[in-house]
């Protein structure tokens, strides 16, 4: 009887379970503040992206050419 057994204490901690032997701590109740706070809301920059000069933009592909070995 230890941490392999699922009805004791022991057991239960290793396992992970809760049960007769190891009951569940209650939690508090929740309390909800007396006035409630309201965040103002916050105004955001968006920073706005570098446009590429046309120069850099990349071109179509051309066509790979036959091989002769092919035709």
Excluded: H, L
């Excluded at 309390?31 to 046309?54: F, G, L, Q, Y």
Aim: cysteine-free.
């Amino acid at each position: 009887m230890g941490k392999g057994d699922k009805k004791s204490r022991r057991g239960k901690i290793t396992i992970g379970s809760y049960g007769v032997r190891r009951p569940k701590r209650k939690s508090a109740p929740f309390k909800a503040s007396e006035a409630p706070v309201i965040a103002e809301p916050v105004a955001v920059k968006v920073a706005e992206a570098p446009i590429a000069p046309e120069s850099k933009k990349k071109t179509a592909r051309k066509p790979a050419k036959a091989k002769a070995s092919e035709a």
